[in-house]
Nanobody, 124 residues
C-alpha cells in the first residue's frame, strides 16, 4: 500500500470529519498531494491540494471556507479538515500524489499514485 486514506464515515449535515492520507512505501518523493472525490453517478472532481515544498494550498470553490488541507512532514501524511458538511459532500474521497511539480494541480490525470478511497456520507 502506498497511499492509505482514512477518516470517512457517516455524519449529519453541519457536522465535521477529518480525513487522513498516509504514505508508505512510495518509490518517489511526492511534490504535491491532493484530495479528489467522486459522488455516485458523477465524475471525479478536485477538492484540495497541497505542495510539499512551501506548503501552498489549493481548494475548490465549492469547499473554500469549509475544508482545509494540511500536511505533517514528519508523518508524511496529508489531512483534510471538513467542516459544515452538506449532503452534496457525500462521495468517496481519494488522495493522490504526484512526483512532478504540477501546473495543472486540479487535473486528476497528472497524479501518479492513488489511495483506495474513503467514503463520506452526509445525512440531512
Amino acid at each position: 500500500v502506498q497511499l492509505q486514506a482514512s477518516g470517512g464515515g457517516l455524519v449529519q449535515a453541519g457536522g465535521s470529519l477529518r480525513l487522513s492520507c498516509a504514505a508508505s512505501g512510495l518509490t518517489f518523493r511526492p511534490t504535491q498531494t491532493a484530495w479528489f472525490r467522486q459522488a455516485p453517478g458523477k465524475e471525479r472532481e478536485f477538492v484540495a491540494a497541497i505542495r510539499w515544498n512551501g506548503g501552498h494550498t489549493y481548494h475548490a470553490d465549492s469547499v473554500k471556507g469549509r475544508f482545509t488541507i494540511s500536511k505533517d512532514n514528519t508523518k508524511k501524511s496529508v489531512f483534510m479538515q471538513m467542516n459544515s458538511l452538506g449532503v452534496e459532500d457525500t462521495a468517496i474521497y481519494y488522495c493522490a500524489a504526484s512526483r512532478k511539480v504540477l501546473s495543472a494541480i486540479r487535473d486528476a490525470r497528472e497524479y501518479d499514485v492513488w489511495g483506495q478511497g474513503t467514503l463520506v456520507t452526509v445525512s440531512s
